[in-house]
């Protein structure tokens, strides 16, 4: 039930946009999105329930399509601070998803040069 | 504010060894986790507890065991610590399932183990 990021790994200027996507072959409920920096532990960026919700911090925004199973997350105008791994992290309709547990993807590491 | 802390940012044990990482959290949250990071693996989910001694396994739970018995503290036991246990502990918390189901978890700053 891991979900599926792409793509591995991102190189980016900064200012330039970047889009990294998640999806699942599983009905999902909901989509958790997290950011990582080098030495330091994962960091809550957003949530996204099912319904088609669209949400933003700062300059990234997300989008959760369910039909399709898939969310994307949006990165305009990166920030040397934006450079780290995100993951995503899923939920659904099965026992461990009702008692709280998240399927994480494999990450993509965004790299931001000057 | 909140913390998740975790006992040791590094850790080094001799294979056979047993070895406890311990996990507590401030915030009164019912549910707990321990992932496993190795790189381009992702998180990983050994164990999870949604309340005091319950638990769940995940999905590489295979040499690991866990303890919860106060609400505050998460424990994972390497029973005979091997060499292929090496590798980046996370321990996480959040709160339990209420009218907001899908909510936010909060990690710890990760232990470094290394079996030698």
């Known amino acids: 039930q891991q979900p599926v990021q792409s793509p591995q790994a991102v190189i980016l200027r900064e200012g330039e946009d970047a889009v990294i996507n998640c999806s699942s072959s599983?009905?999902?409920?909901?989509v958790h999105w997290y950011r990582q920096k080098h030495g330091e532990a994962p960091v809550f960026l957003m949530i996204l329930l099912k319904g088609g919700e669209q949400k933003g911090h700062e300059k990234i925004s997300a989008s959760f399509n369910e039909k399709k199973q898939q969310s994307s997350l949006y990165l305009t105008a990166s920030q040397l601070s934006y450079s780290g791994t995100y993951f995503c992290?899923?939920?659904?309709?099965?026992?461990?998803?009702?008692?709280?547990?998240?399927?994480f993807g494999r990450g993509t590491q965004l790299t931001v040069w000057p | 504010d909140v913390k998740v802390t975790q006992s040791s940012r590094y850790l080094v044990k001799r294979t056979g060894e047993k070895v406890f990482l311990e996990c507590v959290q401030d915030?009164?949250?019912?549910?707990m986790f321990w992932y496993r990071q190795d790189p381009g693996l992702g998180l990983r989910l050994i164990y999870f507890s949604y309340d005091v001694k319950m638990k769940e396994k995940g999905d590489i739970p295979e040499g690991y065991s866990v303890s919860r018995e106060k609400k505050e503290r998460f424990s994972l036991i390497l029973e005979s610590a091997s060499t292929n246990q090496t590798s980046m502990y996370l321990c996480a918390s959040r709160r339990g399932l209420g009218t907001r189901r899908f909510i936010e978890q909060f990690f710890g700053p990760g232990t470094r183990l290394t079996v030698l």
């Open positions: 915030m009164d949250h019912e549910n």
């Open positions: 599983k009905a999902l409920y909901s």
């Open positions: 992290g899923t939920g659904g309709g099965d026992r461990g998803s009702t008692l709280g547990r998240l399927y």
